[in-house]
Structures are given as C-alpha cells and as structure tokens.
C-alpha cells in the first residue's frame, strides 16, 4: 500500500483577466467544481476567488497528476459557466496556465483562511501582485509577461 499528502493549492484566472465571475452565483460554480473534485477521489478543502481569478485548496490522489486535474477543472467548468449564460453573462473562459503550489498538512488551516479571505485580500492588491507574492514565498521563478494575458 501507499501512503500519500499531496495538497495542493491551485489558482487560476479568466480569460486576459477580465473581471467576469459573477460573485453572486460563484458558489454554483465552486459546487460544480467540488462535484468533479469528489467524481476524481479528490479531496476539496477550499475554493473561492473574486471576479478575474480561483484558488483550490485540494488534495489529489496518487494517480491524478495536476496538470490533468487543472485541464479536467478548467474544460469541465468553463463548458458549465457557458451553458449558464444567465448565471455568468460576462465569462469568456479561462486564461491559459495556472498556479500549483504545494502545502503540508501543518499549513492546512493557513490556506483555508487565506482562501476564505481572497475578497477582503483583493481590495486593495491585484491578481499580478498576489501571484508574484506567491511564487516568490514559495521560490518558484516566474516571467511577469504571462500574468495577465494570453
């Protein structure tokens, strides 16, 4: 048998980062998306976000890899933001790429928080700036170039 922690927290923004998830109706989308989470054996800790961009806060199992996790994510959610034209009347897909950081168990409830707070966070800080202040904590290196749009 194998033994495996692999939390993840995952961010990813909209199409050029135009400001297009309505927030009144986000939680259809972030149901949606624990739905496909649960249908994948993943276990979702967090998701929220603000208009331009998500965070998921998850641990994947041995046999899903990130990358396809964020693909099946992003093309099963943008298919449902589309098919609720009424719902998200803006949203015009998301943007290309995305975010992965690793966590331990300990820093658990510091991603959930951190998570919960995204729209009382970004009063006054931007996505770009969120990002870069990410992977520069984490040591991950970056090309400002690919930060807003695609």
Known sequence: MSYTNLLYHIIFR?????????????????NYIFGICRNKS????????????????AGLPPTLCVSDFVKLIK???????KNHRTEFPKFGGWGTGYCALTYSSRDR????????????????LGYADELRELLEENDVSYNLDYFDKD
């Open 14 to 30: 909209t199409k050029d980062s135009l400001k297009t998830i309505n927030l009144v109706n986000a939680p259809l989308l972030y």
């Open 42 to 57: 993943c276990k979702l800790y967090r998701i929220g976000g603000v208009t331009d961009h998500i965070h998921i806060f």
């Open 75 to 81: 093309t099963e959610s943008n298919k449902f933001m």
């Open 109 to 124: 409830e510091m991603i959930i928080n951190y998570i919960k707070q995204q729209p009382e966070h970004h009063l006054g």
